[in-house]
């Protein structure tokens, strides 16, 4: 399974009609662990505007677009395990990369928030793609 770097998957989002900037976007790849996981910190702060996600799967060939209102995590702050973070207050969230709880929280301590309605686009990856990380 390869991985990619934001800069990589902006550029992906962009050619593919998704309208998106580094600083208005959080990043991952799946984890690499025993979990499978998308691991994402989300500055608390970023969120009093609507925050664009991509989630990459090198395993699958997919780069998942999604755009989280801001309204979600004001109206359901609680549902989150809110974090410090190298000094910052985040949003620590783990999106599941498989199965029937697929785009679902499976961060401990958060309520299980489901983030698959809010995918815009999914597109296809090939491995020269992956490979610029």
């Known amino acids: 399974m390869c991985a990619m770097n934001k800069k990589a998957a902006i550029d992906i989002a962009q050619q593919n009609g998704f309208p998106v900037e580094a600083g208005q976007c959080v990043f991952s790849n799946v984890n690499r662990g025993p979990r499978n996981v998308w691991w ?5 702060e970023k969120t009093n505007r609507g925050v664009a996600v991509l989630l990459c799967d090198g395993k699958n060939k997919r780069l998942y677009c999604l755009v989280v209102p801001r309204k979600i995590f004001r109206n359901n702050a609680g549902d989150f ?12 969230i783990e999106p599941s990369a ?36």
């Open 98 to 133: 498989s199965g029937q709880d697929f785009l679902q929280d499976r961060r401990p301590g958060s309520a299980g928030f489901r983030f698959h309605p809010f995918v815009e686009k999914s597109i296809e990856i090939d491995g020269d793609e992956e490979r610029r990380a």
């Open 81 to 92: 395990f809110c974090g410090v973070v190298k000094g910052v207050d985040k949003f620590r």
């Open 40 to 44: 994402l910190d989300i500055p608390v």
